[in-house]
């Protein structure tokens, strides 16, 4: 038992040591150990101060997805965003997902690479949590994801660069802590009409295939969260710094919410109108006078 | 990050430089003015608009309404130079930072990520790039298909490089919903099935009961035009019979027919035969009976009236002076009234006879 033990001790210093020497400032690849390059990641959630519930358990939702994350404390400062930077290191994490509400209403994702950058702004739209019961697939807390990407992921700079940052912040790194060493799910993200939808499905194998042996058959069933990413601007820092990409297609929902108001008052205004424009027309129409009217005086 | 940056989001779509704000700002002022024609082609869009909302469309509907707006805005005003409004895009800074980051040379099996290769430009299966994004059916199978497809390379990918792919069946830990959140979306889905299963009964049912009508129509129409030959059969075998004159030498043969119907043989009028006779002799399904309500009105005749007159149904005939049914001598005798106390109650003895009877 107690060689047993003592090897089991020793395999475990020599795994540390070389967990150490893996450690690298990138957080990417590092050529000097045996087993080869390594993918290490760590990723700090937070959100802002007012996020309403449905926006909390995305968040929740997005953690227990993540092994490698940390969450911390809701921020209260909206303005200095450069305070994100410090958490992280203080955290040893090298990816950032921040969720940061506005009005109670909109929620923003800034997706960041800590402590240099880049990092992205998204509105998330259409946000549908794990709570929701039409969602009935279910994985391993933990398990590593298959990411899935379009096709169009591969065509524009921009796009390709979001690539890079979503398979390094949502990407379970092999042998990760607390991450299961199995794949039972699959993490999509398609570009369609100008945003990003993300979408996480089950892998379920049922019976095999009478046709073709040994190969079972694959379906899928969505567990959940699902939600739209209206990618902002890419900024060249970590929150901050100059713009590297601007979203024609972007209108905020404040803009929305102003053209709303802008209609509903719109209305009045119309009426108003119609009512001067009658008034008009009947004083200006007088009836031509009719020479049967005196007939009979 | 300053406080203006922060603003950006809110301002700088609409013009990034703050004459164009301002501007902005002066045409908004006459806006609600202006002509009406422009107003009523935005309330159509409106309209259909609104027909096509559905939870995640309301979003883009608006968003689509604001930019026609904001366009209109720009469009109207050609006065002033409209300043086009440029979005930054530095790919090749982009590229370089994507390089940087990357992570290369790791084998498959680290980042797990699979790319969907681009559909062939003719391909008629529902892709990405044509879907509709309103068509919430084919929109979710797009998605489906794509995260299928990467999966099934996945597992491929998975496999070759060695590692377990699916899990073992007696592997337990914990999932990323709890057992009672699952229990909650089985019993739901249950609930789903049962009322669908509940539905389409409710539908088979409906469809018997509308069927079951029918068969019955049919039998009660079968059962009239059996009635109806038989009569007719009747009327012919009596006018053979009279047409043969006398008809003494048929009655025989018809004996079984009078004693049913209840017609008289000899007379040709039989339907006044029949009358005349009365329902009180008509055998069944006769002719001659007396036409009777249907049996709703002859409960309700019974018990509302129409059962011929009620006059002097309370007085007291012969026959009811006569009836010494309800008398009885015992009672006459007993009681207080008039007669004797012999057939009387006991009574109770006094306090100290009781008090003796005791001891």
Same mark, same amino acid.
């Given at each position: 038992?107690?060689?047993?033990? *003592?090897?089991?001790?020793?395999?475990?210093?020599?795994?540390?040591?070389?967990?150490?020497?893996?450690?690298?400032?990138?957080?990417?690849? +590092?050529?000097?150990?045996?087993?080869?390059?390594?993918?290490?990641?760590?990723?700090?959630?937070?959100?802002?101060?007012?996020?309403?519930?449905?926006?909390?358990?995305?968040?929740?939702?997005?953690?227990?997805?993540?092994?490698?994350?940390?969450?911390?404390?809701?921020?209260?400062? *909206?303005?200095?965003? +450069?305070?994100?930077?410090?958490?992280?290191?203080?955290?040893?994490?090298?990816?950032?997902?921040?969720?940061?509400?506005?009005?109670?209403?909109?929620?923003?994702?800034?997706?960041?690479?800590?402590?240099?950058?880049?990092?992205? *702004?998204?509105?998330?739209?259409?946000?549908?949590?794990?709570?929701?019961?039409?969602?009935?697939?279910?994985?391993?807390?933990?398990?590593?994801?298959?990411?899935?990407?379009?096709?169009?992921? +591969?065509?524009?700079?921009?796009?390709?660069?979001?690539?890079?940052?979503?398979?390094?912040?949502?990407?379970?790194?092999?042998?990760?802590?607390?991450?299961?060493?199995?794949?039972?799910?699959?993490?999509?993200?398609?570009?369609?009409?100008?945003?990003?939808?993300?979408?996480?499905?089950?892998?379920?194998?049922?019976?095999?295939?009478?046709?073709?042996?040994?190969?079972?058959?694959?379906?899928?069933?969505?567990?959940?969260?699902?939600?739209?990413?209206?990618?902002?601007?890419?900024?060249?820092?970590?929150?901050?710094?100059?713009?590297?990409?601007?979203?024609?297609?972007?209108?905020?929902p404040n803009v929305i919410r102003s053209a709303i108001n802008a209609k509903r008052a719109q209305r009045y205004g119309n009426r108003v109108d119609e009512?001067?424009?009658?008034?008009?027309?009947?004083?200006?129409?007088?009836?031509?006078? +009719?020479?049967?009217?005196?007939?009979?005086? | 990050?300053?406080?203006?940056? @922060?603003?950006?989001?809110?301002?700088?779509?609409?013009?990034?430089?703050?004459?164009?704000?301002?501007?902005?700002?002066?045409?908004r002022k006459?806006w609600p003015k202006k002509?009406?024609?422009q107003s009523k082609?935005e309330d159509d869009d409106d309209g259909?608009d609104e %027909?096509?909302l559905?939870?995640?469309?309301e979003e883009?509907a608006l968003e689509l309404a604001a930019?026609e707006r904001l366009?209109k805005e720009?469009?109207?005003?050609?006065? =002033?130079?409209?300043?086009?409004?440029?979005?930054?895009?530095?790919? &090749?800074?982009?590229?370089?930072? $994507?390089?940087?980051? #990357?992570?290369?040379?790791?084998?498959?099996?680290?980042?797990?990520?699979?790319?969907?290769?681009?559909?062939?430009?003719?391909?008629?299966?529902?892709?990405?790039?044509?879907?509709?994004? @309103?068509?919430?059916?084919? $929109?979710?199978?797009?998605?489906?298909?794509? %995260?299928?497809?990467?999966?099934?390379?996945?597992?491929?990918?998975? #496999?070759?490089?060695?590692?377990?792919?699916?899990?073992?069946?007696?592997?337990?830990?914990?999932?990323?919903?709890?057992?009672?959140?699952?229990?909650?979306?089985?019993?739901?889905?249950?609930?789903?099935?049962?009322?669908?299963?509940?539905?389409?009964? %409710?539908?088979?049912?409906?469809?018997?009961?509308?069927?079951?009508?029918?068969? =019955?129509?049919?039998?009660?129409?079968?059962?009239?035009?059996?009635?109806?030959?038989?009569?007719?059969?009747?009327?012919?075998?009596?006018?053979?019979?009279? @047409? &043969?004159?006398?008809?003494?030498?048929?009655?025989?043969?018809?004996?079984?027919?009078?004693?049913?119907?209840?017609?008289?043989?000899?007379?040709?009028? #039989?339907?006044?035969?029949?009358?005349?006779?009365?329902?009180?002799?008509?055998?069944?399904?006769?002719?001659?009976?007396?036409?009777?309500? &249907?049996?709703?009105? =002859?409960?309700?005749?019974?018990?509302?009236?129409?059962?011929?007159?009620?006059?002097?149904?309370?007085?007291?005939?012969?026959?009811?002076? &006569?009836?010494?049914?309800?008398?009885?001598?015992?009672?006459?005798?007993?009681?207080?009234?008039?007669?004797?106390?012999?057939?009387?109650?006991?009574?109770?003895?006094?306090?100290?006879?009781?008090?003796?009877?005791?001891?």
């Amino acid at each position: 038992m107690a060689t047993l033990f *003592k090897a089991k001790s020793e395999k475990l210093m020599k795994d540390r040591t070389m967990k150490g020497e893996k450690t690298s400032i990138k957080g990417g690849a +590092d050529e000097s150990t045996p087993k080869g390059p390594k993918n290490k990641q760590r990723v700090l959630i937070l959100s802002s101060r007012g996020v309403s519930f449905r926006h909390r358990h995305l968040m929740n939702d997005l953690e227990a997805m993540l092994p490698q994350s940390k969450k911390d404390s809701k921020l209260d400062n *909206k303005s200095k965003l +450069d305070v994100l930077n410090e958490l992280a290191e203080l955290n040893n994490c090298n990816n950032v997902l921040y969720f940061e509400a506005r009005k109670h209403e909109d929620l923003y994702l800034w997706m960041s690479r800590a402590p240099n950058g880049p990092s992205v *702004k998204f509105h998330v739209q259409n946000v549908h949590t794990m709570d929701e019961l039409k969602l009935t697939g279910n994985c391993l807390k933990g398990s590593r994801p298959i990411l899935s990407f379009d096709s169009s992921f +591969d065509e524009s700079s921009h796009l390709k660069l979001l690539k890079e940052m979503f398979s390094q912040t949502f990407g379970v790194p092999k042998g990760a802590r607390r991450s299961k060493p199995f794949f039972d799910h699959v993490l999509s993200f398609s570009m369609v009409d100008n945003r990003i939808w993300v979408r996480n499905f089950q892998i379920v194998e049922g019976e095999e295939d009478p046709e073709n042996k040994g190969k079972k058959k694959t379906s899928l069933v969505e567990i959940g969260p699902r939600f739209v990413l209206n990618p902002i601007r890419i900024f060249e820092g970590s929150f901050g710094g100059p713009t590297l990409y601007e979203n024609p297609h972007y209108i905020s929902p404040n803009v929305i919410r102003s053209a709303i108001n802008a209609k509903r008052a719109q209305r009045y205004g119309n009426r108003v109108d119609e009512q001067n424009l009658h008034k008009e027309k009947l004083r200006n129409s007088t009836l031509p006078e +009719d020479p049967l009217d005196s007939v009979f005086e | 990050m300053s406080d203006g940056e @922060n603003a950006w989001d809110e301002e700088s779509l609409i013009g990034g430089s703050s004459s164009e704000e301002e501007y902005i700002l002066d045409e908004r002022k006459p806006w609600p003015k202006k002509k009406k024609a422009q107003s009523k082609e935005e309330d159509d869009d409106d309209g259909e608009d609104e %027909a096509q909302l559905n939870d995640s469309d309301e979003e883009t509907a608006l968003e689509l309404a604001a930019l026609e707006r904001l366009q209109k805005e720009k469009e109207g005003s050609t006065q =002033q130079e409209p300043k086009k409004k440029k979005f930054l895009y530095l790919g &090749n800074v982009m590229d370089a930072l $994507r390089e940087e980051m #990357e992570l290369k040379d790791l084998p498959w099996i680290e980042t797990c990520v699979v790319v969907a290769k681009p559909p062939p430009a003719d391909s008629t299966e529902i892709n990405l790039q044509t879907v509709n994004v @309103n068509d919430d059916l084919t $929109r979710e199978l797009a998605f489906y298909n794509q %995260a299928l497809e990467a999966a099934q390379i996945g597992k491929a990918n998975v #496999e070759s490089a060695g590692v377990p792919f699916s899990r073992p069946d007696d592997y337990f830990a914990e999932m990323v919903k709890s057992d009672e959140h699952m229990q909650r979306i089985r019993k739901k889905l249950l609930e789903e099935q049962t009322a669908i299963k509940n539905a389409e009964e %409710a539908k088979k049912q409906r469809m018997l009961k509308k069927y079951g009508k029918k068969i =019955q129509q049919e039998k009660l129409k079968e059962r009239q035009e059996q009635k109806k030959k038989m009569l007719d059969k009747i009327d012919s075998l009596k006018q053979k019979k009279s @047409n &043969n004159g006398g008809g003494s030498t048929s009655i025989d043969d018809f004996t079984n027919f009078d004693d049913q119907f209840d017609f008289e043989v000899g007379s040709d009028n #039989e339907n006044a035969g029949g009358k005349k006779k009365g329902g009180a002799a008509a055998g069944p399904g006769g002719r001659g009976k007396k036409p009777q309500p &249907n049996a709703k009105r =002859q409960v309700k005749n019974k018990k509302y009236g129409m059962g011929g007159k009620k006059r002097g149904l309370k007085r007291n005939t012969s026959d009811s002076t &006569n009836d010494m049914d309800g008398f009885s001598q015992k009672k006459m005798k007993s009681g207080s009234f008039g007669g004797g106390k012999k057939g009387g109650k006991a009574k109770r003895p006094g306090k100290s006879a009781r008090q003796k009877m005791r001891r």
